[in-house]
T-cell receptor
Framework: DAGVIQSPRHEVTEMGQEVTLRCKPI?????LFWYRQTMMRGLELLIY????????DSGMPEDRFSAKMPNASFSTLKIQPSEPRDSAVYFC????????????FGNGTRLTVT | GQQVMQIPQYQHVQEGEDFTTYCNSS?????IQWYKQRPGGHPVFLIQ?????EVKKQKRLTFQFGEAKKNSSLHITATQTTDVGTYFC?????????FGTGTSLTVIP
């Protein structure tokens, strides 16, 4: 079981640049979640997909953030343009089955925007 | 909106002492889950509680779900250095998970 795979593990970029974070959920899982973690705000849900369809994106901070899930095995979170306040650890998580099933988190992407 | 509060934010204990973290939701939950995040790591699922008043144990860890399904606790008996990390509760309604603010546990050898 490879678990949830995220890339890159670390990303350092300059303000204004586009950032793309990638996630491969566990095979067979039908829900995928993007979270952001900071010291100040803790774990925040950005968006989640069910069967590749975005269900709730109310946590997406603003139009600079977008997420896609073109198929069951891949999702991206894009920030364009990036800002220093976007610096955080971004986690992808997946789950299988009925609503409320446990989340399996990836190792996260630590994003630093200078 | 939905809020899940967790206390305390930080806890330092001497190895061998007990530890408890509490979680409170502003609304009734379908279930509650607990996760542990080691320093530099990612949250790892520990357990899920579904029934009102449910109590579950995992070795030295005891989890409780309140009768009103709005609060929960995690108690660790005789802490060990391997217990270090941040413990999060996550209240669930539908497919929405509302993570608590977490309790960071430090165990002093």
């Amino acid at each position: 079981d490879a678990g949830v795979i995220q890339s890159p593990r670390h990303e350092v970029t300059e303000m204004g640049q586009e950032v793309t974070l990638r996630c491969k959920p566990i095979s067979g899982h039908n829900s995928l979640f993007w979270y952001r973690q900071t010291m100040m705000r803790g774990l925040e849900l950005l968006i989640y997909f069910n069967n590749n369809v975005p269900i709730d994106d109310s946590g997406m901070p603003e139009d600079r953030f977008s997420a896609k899930m073109p198929n069951a095995s891949f999702s991206t979170l894009k920030i364009q343009p990036s800002e220093p306040r976007d610096s955080a650890v971004y986690f992808c998580a997946s789950s299988f089955g009925q609503e409320g099933s446990p989340l399996h988190f990836g190792n996260g992407t630590r994003l630093t925007v200078t | 909106g939905q809020q899940v509060m967790q206390i305390p934010q930080y806890q330092h204990v001497q190895e061998g002492e007990d530890f408890t973290t509490y979680c409170n939701s502003s609304t009734t939950l379908s279930n509650i889950q607990w996760y542990k995040q080691r320093p530099g790591g990612h949250p790892v699922f520990l357990i899920q509680l579904v029934k009102s008043g449910e109590v579950k144990k995992q070795k030295r860890l005891t989890f409780q779900f309140g009768e009103a399904k709005k609060n929960s606790s995690l108690h660790i008996t005789a802490t060990q250095t391997t217990d270090v990390g941040t413990y999060f509760c996550a209240g669930n309604t539908g497919n929405q998970f509302y993570f608590g603010t977490g309790t960071s546990l430090t165990v002093i050898p």
